[in-house]
């Protein structure tokens, strides 16, 4: 029997659909979040395997994207400072 190159019959679940993605990576660069694509992605195998809740899943992309602009609001405001001593 030939080996199935499908990842959904090897695992159970389904992969992310190519539409999905390509709609995750317009909807993010539309908001000017990009980070929003890359957590997305990264936490989309994690979700599906722990079985989380929709809300679950936009609230850990969401909760990546606010601590990153948290830390890069933080690090324009040191840079700024810098500048002004």
């Given at each position: 029997?030939?080996?199935?190159?499908?990842?959904?019959?090897?695992?159970?679940?389904?992969?992310?659909?190519?539409?999905?993605?390509?709609?995750?990576?317009?909807?993010?660069?539309?908001?000017?979040?990009?980070?929003i694509?890359?957590?997305?992605?990264?936490?989309a195998?994690?979700?599906?395997?722990?079985?989380?809740?929709?809300?679950?899943?936009?609230?850990?992309?969401?909760?990546?994207?606010?601590?990153?602009?948290?830390?890069?609001?933080?690090?324009?405001?040191?840079?700024?400072?810098?500048?002004?001593?």
């Open positions: 029997m030939a080996a199935t190159k499908n990842p959904a019959t090897r695992t159970g679940k389904a992969p992310a659909s190519t539409g999905a993605v390509k709609q995750i990576t317009y909807l993010s660069a539309a908001l000017k979040a990009p980070r694509t890359e957590a997305a992605a990264r936490l195998d994690q979700a599906r395997d722990a079985g989380w809740t929709h809300e679950d899943y936009l609230a850990a992309v969401l909760e990546r994207e606010v601590s990153a602009r948290n830390a890069s609001g933080a690090q324009l405001r040191i840079r700024a400072a810098d500048s002004v001593a």
